[in-house]
Every structure is written in C-alpha cells, then in structure tokens.
C-alpha cells in the first residue's frame, strides 16, 4: 500500500521525537501551515490529508471501513509505523484528536502524548453530558447537509471558523468544504457529530495539552473542561479566540503554549 499517495504524507523537520498533525472536518493538513514551521527544527513533522480530504486518494475511501472513526485510526497508525522515529506526539483538530485518541488506543503505549485542539468527544447533550449541541440540533445540521451542501458550506464554514477579524480564514474554509466530494463529507459529518468517545478518553494516562478557545460554537469550554477531568495526566489551557480554529486564527498562542508542554521531548538527544 502506498500511503504516500492514499493520504498525501508530506515529512518535513528533523529531530529526534516526531510530530504527527491530523487534521478536522472539512480541512486538509495546509490548515496546519501556521503551526509546523516553529518545530521542524526541534522534531520530525508529520502532515497528511485524511482519506477523503485535500489531496488523499479518494478512490481508496472505503464506506464501511470509515463508517467509524476507528478506520481513521488505523490509518494513523500505519502512518506512523512508517514515518515516525523516536517518541510520537500526535496533534489533531477537532474530531481528529478523537482519531488520535483511538489510534493510542488500538496500540498501547506507542503514544507518548497528546496535543488536542478544539476537540470533542461527543457533540451530543446526553445526561449530565454538555457537548453544546441537542440532538436535534445535529439532526437538523445533518439533513442541511444533505439538502444542500454547497449551501451549507458557505454557511456554516465562517461560523465554525469564527475569527471576525480575519475573514481571508473564513472564506479558505468555505473553499476547502467546497473542494471536498460532497457525499463523502457528508458520510464523514454523520460519523463525527454522531461519535461517542467517551468511554475511549476516560482514564487514558498518556500526557495531553488540550487547547481551546474560550469561545467555540462547536466545542464549547465545558468540553474541554470535561476531558481535563477525564484524562489524569491531562491540562486545559483556554486561548483567548473566538471560533474553532484557533492553530489558525491564533497561531502564536497555539505555538507558545505547545512549546512548553513539548520542552521534555524538545530536548532529547538525537
């Protein structure tokens, strides 16, 4: 299997720890372009395109292997015996730090940290559980989805984007929902609003930065406050960023607060 060319894998950096960078919904790994040149000098750097997204091969989509986000994972993890040298730390927007977190689970003690940013273990309000959305909300957003893609997309990508300042960011959104097949994007929403992991994230031991904005309409502070509480060795750090995308719209806060928690493998000797 080429996954070069299933997943678009681009290394760049040298170290003696690797970073690995998943992208969320509707992206591709050019949205991480903010981020990777501060570390490529201290860590081998990582960066693919889900299978689905940006320049992955899409006739390699399977619709019942990514019928979960479990076939993400597994992809993850084939990267990663072939790119990664040393310790592995995966950093992953969105549903992707969920990916993340079942890769670390499919093969134990392989990961040796966690950069989440913006994440969600379920979009769904269930119980004392506050994910942000009713489910009726994620019912009425998916059948939008279905009605219209291209309609909802130019919607709903400057929402999730937020940053009012800086609407060149919202507009490259749009454009990458756009780029994406419209059914295997909608496929992928029904499989990211609709996942429950939180029975993967509770009690996972492995180190974990999670970076969340204070204001996120898809992944509100109360979850990233849940996921503290649920992973032991875990820390919040909130950026003071209105949207979803902060390794975007807030790049610098992003890379001084990543910087600090890498400081233990920053400075292993190759």
């Given at each position: 299997m080429d996954l070069k060319h299933r997943n678009n894998v681009n290394v760049t950096g040298r170290g003696p720890a690797t970073l690995v960078f998943s992208h969320g919904f509707g992206c591709d790994q050019s949205m991480w372009r903010y981020l990777t040149g501060s570390f490529i000098n201290h860590f081998k750097v990582v960066t693919y395109d889900l299978v689905g997204a940006g320049r992955s091969d899409i006739g390699a989509y399977n619709w019942e292997k990514y019928?979960?986000?479990?076939?993400?994972?597994?992809?993850?993890?084939?990267?990663?015996?072939?790119?990664?040298?040393?310790?592995?730390?995966?950093?992953?927007?969105?549903?992707?730090?969920?990916?993340?977190?079942?890769?670390?689970?499919?093969?134990?003690?392989?990961i040796a940290a966690h950069i989440m940013i913006g994440p969600s273990p379920c979009y769904v309000n269930?119980?004392?559980?506050q994910g942000g959305f009713a489910v009726e909300d994620i019912q009425s957003l998916l059948n939008s989805l279905d009605d219209n893609y291209l309609g909802w997309s130019s919607n709903i990508a400057p929402v999730?984007?937020?940053?009012?300042?800086?609407?060149?960011?919202?507009?490259?959104?749009?454009?990458?929902?756009?780029?994406?097949?419209?059914?295997?994007?909608?496929?992928?929403?029904?499989?990211?609003?609709?996942?429950?992991?939180?029975?993967?994230?509770?009690?996972?031991?492995?180190?974990?930065?999670?970076?969340?904005?204070?204001?996120?309409?898809?992944?509100?502070?109360?979850?990233?406050?849940y996921l503290r509480d649920a992973m032991p060795n875990s820390m919040l750090t909130l950026i003071d960023n209105v949207g979803h995308c902060p390794h975007m719209s807030a790049p610098g806060f992003c890379t001084k607060a990543m910087d600090r928690f890498l400081q233990p493998w920053k400075g292993l000797n190759a």
């Open positions: 019928d979960s986000l479990g076939g993400y994972a597994q992809d993850l993890n084939e990267i990663i015996d072939h790119y990664a040298i040393g310790p592995v730390i995966l950093v992953g927007h969105s549903v992707s730090a969920m990916v993340d977190v079942l890769a670390d689970r499919q093969v134990p003690d392989r269930l119980g004392d559980y999730i984007m937020g940053a009012p300042g800086q609407p060149e960011l919202g507009a490259e959104l749009t454009n990458s929902f756009c780029r994406t097949d419209p059914e295997i994007a909608k496929h992928f929403a029904k499989v990211t609003f609709m996942s429950d992991n939180r029975k993967d994230v509770a009690g996972l031991a492995t180190p974990t930065l999670i970076l969340q904005s204070t204001d996120d309409l898809i992944a509100p502070v109360g979850v990233g406050e």
